[in-house]
């Protein structure tokens, strides 16, 4: 179906002006342009942009209302994309068209990128609909590899090497997400307060600083109908730090056959042909040398910090700053049951000294 380039314009977009500047930085450009809210973030908003000729772009910019200082910014996320991108590293990102940094252009900072064909699997049906079984290996076996690729690129090589403390990354995380949990608490939920205690007294050993992605995971990935990842997007968490937190998050993510994923807004692992979360642990551990046995402490480490970072979405969702892309019904999945179910499993991670999922 193609965009109805004559469709008011969603919120968050001023048409006119967005078409004048990426004119200037796009000679083929055809107007009219159709604006259309991608589904299924729930923090900066994305749209996909499509000129008469057919010709597709990636918008981003921040939500609509108030958000945290140093949050959503489109700078911080257009220089990481320019610095990875290019074959300056093997790390497959979409090229960057540009960056408008003020509020001039659009009322909000934003950037375009290049719009890249593929597959995001959000959920299981659309990973057995869209890849088949050896896809989805592949997939699974990709994910893996490429995360190892993101935590072995020279930041210093790239240009990226001041883009964040490396050390210590765990606690500032653990003070950030905590003055988060504080600013936008739910009421009943004591656990979170609990784990905090008890995660910022056992944080182990940084083993290396690395670029952290802050949220890798298969849907915040494109993959060819083979299973090869051609993108990472949603770099708006991305920092130095402990590679480790990565692998932490991503596990919490890998849902496996069976299990219970109503917590969480995507099970696409859980299809047929993903490969187990042991199998991905393992593969990422012979390509980067880490020791992971320690990796339930992160998985626990991640289920906290996803809590308050919800906690955040819910209340940007309350106040309506996620504008039309508030529809997709991901706030539903974290209400106050929601969130302190998230935070009774980092508990019984931290209790178990092993993943659960």
Aim: proline letters at 6%; one cysteine or more; aromatic letters at 8%.
């Amino acid at each position: 179906m193609k965009p109805a380039h004559d469709a008011p314009a969603p919120a968050g977009i001023r048409p006119a002006e967005v078409t004048d500047w990426l004119a200037a930085r796009v000679p083929a450009l055809a107007p009219p342009l159709a604006f259309t809210p991608v589904v299924g973030g729930h923090s900066n908003l994305t749209y996909v942009v499509t000129d008469a000729a057919g010709t597709r772009w990636v918008l981003r910019r921040p939500p609509l209302g108030h958000v945290l200082a140093t949050a959503h910014d489109m700078g911080r996320e257009h220089r990481i994309l320019a610095a990875l991108g290019g074959g300056r590293t093997p790390v497959p990102v979409p090229r960057v068209v540009g960056l408008s940094p003020d509020d001039a252009v659009n009322g909000a900072p934003f950037y375009v990128m290049d719009f890249v064909d593929g597959f995001v699997l959000r959920d299981a049906a659309a990973a057995t609909r869209d890849l088949d079984p050896a896809a989805r290996r592949r997939a699974g076996e990709q994910l893996a590899d490429t995360l190892a690729a993101i935590h072995a690129v020279d930041v210093d090589e790239v240009g990226l090497g001041d883009l964040g403390r490396r050390e210590d990354y765990i606690a500032r995380q653990l003070r950030r997400w905590h003055r988060q949990w504080d600013a936008t608490r739910v009421d009943g939920i004591p656990e979170i307060d609990e784990v905090h205690a008890r995660l910022s007294a056992s944080i182990p050993p940084q083993q290396g600083a690395a670029i952290v992605h802050g949220d890798f995971r298969l849907d915040n990935c494109i993959l060819g109908p083979d299973g090869t990842v051609r993108a990472v997007l949603d770099w708006e968490l991305c920092t130095l730090g402990d590679p480790l937190a990565d692998v932490g998050m991503t596990l919490v993510y890998w849902v496996e056959q069976g299990e219970d994923s109503a917590l969480l807004p995507s099970d696409g692992t859980a299809a047929e042909g993903f490969p187990d979360r042991a199998a991905f642990c393992a593969r990422y551990a012979e390509a980067t040398g880490r020791d992971l046995s320690g990796i339930a402490w992160y998985a626990a480490f991640a289920y906290w910090r996803l809590a308050c970072i919800l906690a955040g979405v819910l209340d940007r969702y309350t106040a309506g700053a996620m504008g039309d892309q508030a529809g997709d019904g991901g706030a539903s999945r974290f209400t106050h049951d929601g969130l302190a179910g998230l935070a009774a499993r980092a508990r019984t991670v931290l209790d178990e000294g092993k993943f659960a999922a």
